[in-house]
């Protein structure tokens, strides 16, 4: 999936900049990887960014960045903060990518179907790996991978290397992965589970501090 999302570019830098910002409807942001190892610094629209956030692709969006020169190429979010309190965007990252080039990103999984192993065995899916690590161009990227379970028996599962081979992307999360399978029913434990529970009720609050959502293909650059 791809979206648009206007932005401008900012000289200032810092709190005072970042409270100016979002009284004026942006926040500050950051372009990597626009060319000679150099970070553009923007202001966006943080609802516009947020509904790119909650798509389909979410953070696997291609975003072709309007007002700004980045060398004509579009960008991916690499990571965003998050107002502990109530959850509004504070910052983000995004870095710049070659459309011929391959990358490596991570995608969703999506469970196809109800396994025999539940219907016919009285068993349990237990869903182990639910985000897989697949290598594509970025016109490529999935929005999810769709793992059809319908035939698995109890005490059956799905590895990565069991996968169909897709031409557009492949998965390079490790290959004995497990990704989904059927168990059987275990009883719960409610001592254990009580223990936790005080214990849980008994540590001191933490304080709260903005949210850092990390994502997409992995950078060394710093703001």
Same mark, same amino acid.
């Given at each position: 999936?791809?979206?648009?999302?206007?932005?401008?570019?900012?000289?200032?830098?810092?709190?005072?900049?970042?409270?100016?910002?979002?009284?004026?409807?942006?926040?500050?942001?950051?372009?990597?990887?626009?060319?000679?190892?150099?970070?553009?610094?923007?202001?966006? %629209?943080?609802? $516009?960014?947020?509904?790119? @956030? /909650?798509?389909?692709?979410? &953070?696997?969006? !291609?975003?072709?960045?309007?007002?700004?020169?980045?060398?004509?190429?579009?960008?991916?979010?690499?990571?965003?903060?998050?107002?502990?309190?109530?959850?509004?965007?504070?910052?983000?990252d995004f870095y710049a990518v070659a459309m011929d080039k391959a990358l490596t990103v991570t995608v969703p999984v999506n469970l196809k179907g109800e396994p025999k192993g539940v219907k016919q065995q009285g068993g349990i899916v237990d869903f182990v790996n639910r985000e897989l690590e697949v290598?594509?161009?970025?016109?490529?990227?999935?929005?999810?991978? %769709?793992?059809? $379970?319908?035939?698995?028996? @109890? /005490?059956?599962?799905?590895? &990565?290397?069991? !996968?169909?081979?897709?031409?557009?992307?492949?998965?390079?999360?490790?290959?004995?992965?497990?990704?989904?399978?059927?168990?059987?029913?275990?009883?719960?434990?409610?001592?254990?589970?009580?223990?936790?529970?005080?214990?849980?009720?008994?540590?001191?609050?933490?304080?709260?501090?903005?949210?850092?959502?990390?994502?997409?293909?992995?950078?060394?650059?710093?703001?």
């Amino acid at each position: 999936m791809e979206a648009t999302l206007e932005a401008e570019k900012r000289d200032g830098r810092g709190k005072n900049e970042a409270r100016r910002l979002r009284a004026a409807g942006r926040i500050p942001a950051v372009v990597y990887g626009a060319g000679k190892n150099t970070a553009v610094e923007i202001a966006v %629209d943080p609802k $516009v960014l947020l509904r790119i @956030l /909650h798509s389909e692709s979410g &953070v696997n969006t !291609l975003i072709g960045l309007q007002g700004v020169d980045i060398g004509g190429g579009k960008v991916l979010v690499k990571e965003y903060q998050l107002d502990p309190i109530d959850h509004k965007l504070l910052h983000a990252d995004f870095y710049a990518v070659a459309m011929d080039k391959a990358l490596t990103v991570t995608v969703p999984v999506n469970l196809k179907g109800e396994p025999k192993g539940v219907k016919q065995q009285g068993g349990i899916v237990d869903f182990v790996n639910r985000e897989l690590e697949v290598e594509c161009l970025p016109g490529d990227i999935p929005e999810k991978i %769709d793992v059809d $379970v319908t035939e698995l028996m @109890l /005490h059956q599962g799905i590895r &990565v290397r069991d !996968l169909p081979t897709e031409g557009r992307w492949k998965a390079i999360s490790d290959p004995d992965m497990m990704i989904v399978h059927v168990i059987t029913v275990r009883a719960e434990e409610p001592a254990a589970a009580t223990a936790e529970g005080a214990a849980a009720a008994a540590a001191p609050a933490a304080t709260a501090e903005p949210e850092v959502i990390k994502k997409g293909k992995k950078e060394e650059e710093e703001k």
